[in-house]
C-alpha cells in the first residue's frame, strides 16, 4: 500500500483551500475579509494549473477508485472555470444583498471539489461520496440569505428531494453490487460479461442510477422541485448550481453508461430516448409560461439537460460513442458559458429585496444599457442553438451525433422543442429592446461586467471559429 | 447461515418502499426526514447482506460510508428545519407555498 | 432448516411464555396494596410538573447535531485501530488527513459559539 494522491491532487488542492479558508476566515480580521474570495479564486486556479497539467495523464488511483483521463480533465477545467465564474457572480451580490460571510466560498469550493471527484469516479462508492459532497454545500446554499422565508423554503424543498434522489441512487448501488459482487464499473461490466451477474437485478439497479441522477439533474418528469429550488436560491448560488450541480450528474451519468452498462443498452435505451424527448418538450413548453426570469432560466436549464440527455441514448453503441462523448461535453461547456453569462445579466439587473426579477422588469434596459442588452441578446441567440453563436455549434455536433445514432424521430423532437424555445428566449431580448420601463438602475461592478463581456465575446467568437475548443472535446476521450 | 439472501433483499425492498412512500404522503418534515433515513438503511440493509452473500468486506465499508453521510445529511436538515421553525412556527411542507408559478 | 431454526424457536416460546406465566403468578398471588404513591407516572422518581410537551431550548439542537457529526467519525477510527499494524505508516498518514478534518470542523464550531451554552 502505498501513498499517491496525484490522481486527486487538484480535488485536493480545492478542499484542502476550503478547510484551512475555513478556519482563517474565522480568524482574520472583517477588515480583511476580501482575502477569502481571492485566495478561493487562487486556489482553483492552481487546481486549473494541475488539472491541465494532467491531460494525456492516463492512470487509476486510490485502489482503482478514480481514474483520470482527457474526459475528466476537459469536465474538471469546466467545474472550475464554473468556480471561478461564480466567485465573480458572487462577490458584489453577497454584499449588497447582506449575506456576505466567508462561509459562502468555502462551500462552494467544497461543493467544487466534489464534482471534481465525481468525474474521475471509477467505483460507484466514489459516485455516491461524490454526490453527497457536491450537493450538502449546496443545500446550505441555497437557504443562504436566511432569514428570507423563500430561500429557506427552497433550501428544505431541495434539501428532501435531494436526499430523496441520493437514496434512489444508493439503493441502485446496492442492487448492482447485489447483481454482481462489485461497485467498480469495471467490475460491473466484467461480472456482466463474464454472465455471472443476474441480470435483471443490473437493468434494476441501473434503472435507479438513473433515476438517481435525473432527479439531481432536473429531467422530466423529476425536475419539479428545479423552477422552486432556483427561484427561492440566492441569485449567485442558481447561477452556480444550475451549471455546476447539472454538470456533475450529467458527467457522472455518461462515465458510468458508457463504461459499465453497455450491456444494458438494449432495456434502457428506449427509456433514455422517451426522458430526453420529454424534458426537451416540457421544459421548453413550460418555460413560455413563466414571468420570473429565474423560474423561466430554471425550466430553460431543464430543457437544455433534454438536450445534453438526446447524447446518452447511443450509450451502447460502440461504433459513435466517441462522438456521442465529444458532442455532449462539447454541449456542457457552450451552455456553462452561456449560462453564467446570461446569470451574470440577471445578478445585474437583480434590485433589492429580490424586485426587478420579473421579465416585465426588463422593459426598456437594452435601450438604456446597450452593451448589456446586446450580450443577453447573444446569450439567448446561444441558447436558441442560432448562428453565429457557439450554441450553434452545441446543438450541430449534440443533433449530428444522434442523427448518426440513427435516432431520428429524437432529432426532430429536438429541433421542434428548439424552435418552441426561441419564442421565450427571444420574448426577454424583445422586453429589452423594443419596450418602455420603468427606470431599473443596473449594478454596475467591474466583476459582473467583465464576466458578462468575457462570456458574451467566448459564445461570439468561439462561435465563429468552434474548431480548436470541439477538437479538445474530441480529445477528451473516456478511457473505456 | 441459514436465511436466504432473498430474505434480506426483501426486507430491504420492504424497508426502502415504505420510506420513498413516507417521503411521498407525510406532511411533517420531520417525519419526511425519518423516511428518507429508513430509504438509506433499506439501502444498508442490503450492503450488508450481499456483503455476507459474497463473503466480502465491501459492503460493510460502504455502510460506514452511507452512515457518515446520512449524518452530514441530519445536520444539515435538522439545521435548516430549525430555521425555518424559527420564522414560520411550522414545518408542515405543504404549507410551503411562497414559492409557486 | 427446521433444524437450524429450532433453538430461535424455542428461544422465542421460551419468551412469550415467561412474558405471560410471570404477570399471571404476580397477579394470582401477588397481595394489592393501592397507595397514592404508586399512581404517579414516576412511582420513585421526580413529581412530575408543568406540560408534558414543553419547548425544548433550540441549543440542544445544536448539541445534539454536533453530537452526531463527531459520533459517527469513530466508525472510521475504529477498524483502522483494529488493523494498525497491518497498515503502517501510509494509513497513519491517511487518517491523520482525516482526523485534520474533523478537527477544523471542531475549531470552526468552537470559534462560532456553537459550543458555548450561555
Known amino acids: ?128 461520496l461524490a454526490l453527497e459532497l457536491l450537493s450538502v454545500p449546496l443545500y446550505v446554499l441555497t437557504g443562504f440569505a436566511r432569514p428570507r422565508l423563500d430561500s429557506e423554503e427552497a433550501a428544505l424543498k431541495y434539501f428532501l428531494l435531494g436526499a430523496f434522489s441520493s437514496g434512489v441512487l444508493l439503493y441502485g448501488i446496492a442492487l448492482l453490487y447485489g447483481a454482481t459482487s462489485y461497485t467498480s464499473l469495471h467490475g460491473i461490466l466484467s461480472a456482466v460479461s463474464r454472465g455471472t451477474a443476474d441480470m435483471p437485478l443490473v437493468v434494476v439497479g441501473a434503472a435507479f442510477l438513473l433515476v438517481g441522477v435525473a432527479f439531481k439533474g432536473g429531467v422530466v418528469p423529476f425536475h419539479m422541485w428545479a423552477p422552486d429550488v432556483y427561484q427561492g436560491a440566492p441569485t449567485s448560488v442558481t447561477g452556480f448550481m444550475s451549471v455546476g450541480a447539472k454538470a456533475a450528474g450529467f458527467v457522472a451519468l455518461l462515465r458510468i453508461f458508457v463504461v459499465a452498462f453497455p450491456p444494458v443498452a438494449v432495456e434502457l435505451t428506449s427509456v433514455m430516448n422517451f426522458l430526453a424527448s420529454l424534458t426537451m418538450l416540457i421544459g421548453n413548453i413550460a418555460a413560455i409560461g413563466q414571468r420570473n426570469i429565474k423560474r423561466m432560466l430554471a425550466y430553460s436549464g ?123 428566449y427571444l420574448r426577454v431580448v424583445v422586453m429589452m429592446f423594443l419596450h418602455d420601463g420603468a427606470n431599473i438602475t443596473v449594478r454596475r461592478n467591474w466583476l459582473l461586467s467583465g464576466l458578462v463581456g468575457v462570456s458574451a465575446l467566448a459564445v461570439l467568437l468561439l462561435g465563429l471559429m468552434p474548431g480548436p475548443l470541439f477538437q479538445m472535446a474530441a480529445d477528451a476521450l473516456l478511457r473505456l | 447461515m441459514a436465511v436466504p439472501v432473498a430474505y434480506y433483499l426483501a426486507l430491504s425492498a420492504v424497508l426502502f418502499v415504505m420510506g420513498a412512500l413516507g417521503v411521498l404522503v407525510r406532511r411533517n418534515a420531520i417525519v419526511v426526514f425519518m423516511s428518507l433515513e429508513l430509504m438509506f438503511n433499506a439501502a444498508n440493509l442490503a450492503f450488508v447482506a450481499f456483503a455476507r452473500y459474497y463473503l466480502q468486506l465491501d459492503g460493510q465499508i460502504i455502510v460506514f460510508f452511507v452512515m457518515t453521510v446520512a449524518a452530514a445529511e441530519v445536520a444539515v436538515g435538522l439545521a435548516l428545519m430549525v430555521a425555518i421553525f424559527r420564522a414560520r412556527h411550522s414545518i408542515d411542507v405543504d404549507q410551503m407555498s411562497i414559492l409557486k408559478g | 432448516m427446521v433444524n437450524e431454526f429450532l433453538p430461535i424457536g424455542v428461544l422465542i416460546i421460551l419468551a412469550v411464555a415467561l412474558a405471560i406465566v410471570v404477570p399471571t403468578l404476580g397477579y394470582l398471588f401477588g397481595p394489592r396494596r393501592y397507595v397514592p404513591a404508586k399512581s404517579r407516572p414516576y412511582e420513585s422518581g421526580m413529581t412530575p410538573f408543568g406540560p408534558g410537551t414543553r419547548r425544548v431550548s433550540v441549543r440542544y439542537y445544536m448539541i445534539a447535531v454536533l453530537f452526531i457529526l463527531f459520533d459517527v467519525e469513530v466508525v472510521f477510527f475504529l477498524p483502522w485501530a483494529v488493523v494498525f499494524k497491518e497498515l503502517g505508516v501510509p494509513a497513519l498518514i491517511e487518517m491523520g488527513l482525516f482526523a485534520l478534518v474533523v478537527v477544523v470542523g471542531l475549531v470552526y464550531a468552537w470559534k462560532k459559539g456553537a459550543l458555548e451554552w450561555e
Open chain 1, 302 to 424: 431543464i430543457a437544455q439537460a433534454g438536450y445534453m440527455l438526446m447524447a446518452f441514448v447511443p450509450f451502447g453503441n460502440k461504433a459513435i460513442i466517441n462522438d456521442s462523448v465529444a458532442s455532449m461535453i462539447f454541449y456542457l461547456a457552450v451552455y456553462a458559458i452561456a449560462s453564467f453569462g446570461a446569470w451574470a445579466v440577471v445578478v445585474a439587473v437583480e434590485q433589492a429585496e429580490g424586485r426587478g426579477l420579473d421579465i416585465d422588469d426588463y422593459a426598456g434596459l437594452g435601450r438604456r444599457y446597450p452593451l448589456l442588452g446586446v450580450a443577453m441578446l447573444i446569450f439567448m441567440l446561444s441558447f436558441i442553438g442560432l448562428p453565429p453563436t457557439l450554441g450553434f455549434w452545441g446543438k450541430f455536433y449534440l443533433f449530428r451525433s444522434v442523427i448518426e445514432g440513427n435516432y431520428i424521430v429524437l432529432a426532430l423532437v429536438g429541433m421542434l422543442a428548439s424552435l418552441i424555445s426561441a419564442y421565450y
Open chain 1, 1 to 128: 500500500m502505498t501513498l499517491d494522491f496525484t490522481p486527486i491532487l487538484p480535488f485536493m488542492i480545492v478542499a484542502g483551500a476550503a478547510l484551512a479558508l475555513l478556519v482563517l476566515d474565522l480568524f482574520w480580521p472583517v477588515r480583511l475579509k476580501w482575502l477569502t474570495p481571492l485566495l478561493a479564486a487562487a486556489s482553483l486556479l492552481a487546481a486549473l494549473v494541475v488539472e491541465l497539467g494532467q491531460a494525456n495523464y492516463l492512470r487509476a488511483g486510490l485502489s482503482n477508485m478514480v481514474i483520470i483521463d482527457n474526459f475528466s480533465v476537459f469536465a474538471n477545467a469546466i467545474f472550475i472555470c464554473s468556480g471561478i465564474a461564480a466567485i465573480a457572480l458572487a462577490y458584489d451580490y453577497i454584499q449588497r444583498t447582506g449575506i456576505n460571510h466567508g462561509e459562502y466560498y468555502v462551500l462552494m469550493l467544497f461543493s467544487i471539489s466534489g464534482m471534481l471527484l465525481m468525474s474521475t469516479a471509477a467505483d460507484l462508492i466514489i459516485v455516491f
